[in-house]
T-cell receptor, first 109, second 116 residues
Framework: RKEVEQDPGPFNVPEGATVAFNCTYS??????FFWYRQDCRKEPKLLMSVYSSGNEDGRFTAQLNRASQYISLLIRDSKLSDSATYLC??????????FGQGTELSVKP | GAVVSQHPSWVICKSGTSVKIECRSLDFQATTMFWYRQFPKQSLMLMATSNEGSKATYEQGVEKDKFLINHASLTLSTLTVTSAHPEDSSFYICSERGPLSNTEAFFGQGTRLTVV
């Protein structure tokens, strides 16, 4: 089983839609989860950390399910500017930062 | 503001030449710098971990003699792609961890290398 798996998409959604991404990880010892956003030909930028209790930042909600070993990102009221690739990221047991392959989101007018 | 400064942001070089990429830590002294490579439509793959004052640790399958890493000071790490070939064309990016363990990583702006 891969250390991390993400649906690569692309997810094509209209403006205003709600969209959700999942990311599964294989090692239960993984810790400190994040969602990063990467625009084309740019460096990844932190969107939000993911806390065990779930957390929200404006239109974005992140959740961690340790029992099922996945994290999720929910985007409400999608904007055109949300179009990007969303990477799930976490530290593995060895302290290395592991990246998912990314989920591409395209928000259309 | 930027925490890590990476340059050049893009470079085109001839096959067989060497290219040096620099990453500079701006906000705090980074004893460890991570170097990644990203091919189109793929995830960031860790190439090596650069440690100040000691040898870099390379991931399996990464040729240490081809990708030379130097981390001579707390604020500067360099990656040199030696004898570059077209298949080395990729997006190279460095990152450093925040001052606390298991905190977010800060990335350089990335270097797009094209070998012709």
């Amino acid at each position: 089983r891969k250390e991390v798996e993400q649906d690569p998409g692309p997810f094509n959604v209209p403006e205003g839609a709600t969209v959700a991404f999942n990311c599964t990880y294989s090692n239960s010892a993984s810790q400190s989860f994040f969602w990063y956003r990467q625009d084309c030909r740019k460096e990844p930028k932190l969107l939000m950390s993911v806390y065990s209790s779930g957390n929200e930042d404006g239109r974005f909600t992140a959740q961690l399910n340790r029992a099922s070993q996945y994290i999720s990102l929910l985007i409400r009221d999608s904007k055109l500017s949300d179009s990007a690739t969303y990477l799930c990221v976490f530290y593995n047991q060895g302290g290395k930062l592991i990246f998912g392959q990314g989920t591409e989101l395209s928000v259309k007018p | 503001g930027a925490v890590v400064s990476q340059h050049p942001s893009w470079v085109i070089c001839k096959s067989g030449t060497s290219v040096k990429i620099e990453c500079r830590s701006l906000d705090f002294q980074a004893t460890t710098m991570f170097w990644y490579r990203q091919f189109p439509k793929q995830s960031l793959m860790l190439m090596a971990t650069s440690n100040e004052g000691s040898k870099a640790t390379y991931e399996q399958g990464v040729e240490k003699d081809k990708f030379l890493i130097n981390h001579a000071s707390l604020t500067l790490s360099t990656l040199t792609v030696t004898s570059a070939h077209p298949e080395d064309s990729s997006f190279y990016i460095c990152s450093e961890r925040g001052p606390l363990s298991n905190t977010e990583a800060f990335f350089g702006q990335g270097t797009r290398l094209t070998v012709v």
